[in-house]
């Protein structure tokens, strides 16, 4: 759908929707291939990939996770197995990484694996989230989760949403943001998301859109 690599990681900002995003992605393309999804989450204990093993596995999507993931146990780990599903070469690996560049920096162990594989690393934005709210403090995010992660933002996702409040000029108020950042930093928008009704009415050329289904949404932010 995305990208050119096998291996794609998700950073972006708290609450950019990096994991309601990295779940989507792994659900869609399960439909026609083999897919691992891992949480390396290691910052935030909620709202994490690891807490929907059940609907993944229904998918079709094998779910990696640290050891602590979703016990209640917030200890930092990152599981062999992570090392293992990226090393599979029949399958398509999502990393759900955690939020703004202290989650980026669990990137850095596999750089060797990203040098011989290569990697899509993938920047969520949300400009009505902080750190986000306007074309310079995106590229300082993205600049800050480059040096953690030691590898280079391939492509911006447009997520921009006011949770259910959001309407499709939302998404392309987004647009244009991105826009602007891609012309400075010669990164390109790759994906836009969200929910059905707010797909804008035409893309633009070489931009995927994902329909998001929210999987994490708790009850009580009905």
């Not at 990152?78 to 920096?105: K, Q, Y």
């Not at 040098?115 to 690393?121: N, V």
């Not at 995106?138 to 997520?159: D, K, L």
């Amino acid at each position: 759908m995305i990208g050119s690599k096998r291996i794609k990681a998700i950073v972006g900002h708290y609450g950019s929707g990096k994991t309601e995003i990295a779940m989507n992605l792994a659900i869609e393309l399960a439909k026609t291939q083999k897919v691992t999804l891992v949480d390396l989450d290691i910052v935030n204990p909620y709202f994490r990939s690891a807490e929907h093993a059940e609907k993944l596995k229904e998918c079709g999507v094998k779910l990696v996770k640290p050891e602590f993931a979703a016990t209640g146990v917030d200890v930092p780990s990152l599981s062999a197995h992570i090392d293992a599903a990226i090393l599979d070469e029949s399958s398509t690996v999502i990393l759900d990484v955690g939020g703004d560049d202290e989650g980026a920096r669990a990137l850095g162990r596999f750089k060797p694996y990203f040098d011989r594989f290569g990697l899509d690393l993938f920047a969520v934005v949300n400009p009505y989230r902080p750190r986000s709210e306007n074309e310079e403090r995106i590229i300082e995010m993205m600049e800050a989760i480059q040096i953690r992660a030691r590898f280079p933002v391939t492509g911006f996702i447009n997520n921009a949403n006011v949770a259910h409040l959001t309407e499709t000029e939302n998404l392309l108020y987004g647009r244009e943001m991105l826009r602007k950042v891609s012309e400075q930093t010669g990164i390109p928008v790759v994906m836009e998301c969200g929910l059905k009704e707010v797909k804008p009415a035409e893309m633009p050329e070489g931009i995927a859109f994902l329909e998001l289904i929210r999987y994490t949404k708790p009850e009580w932010m009905d």
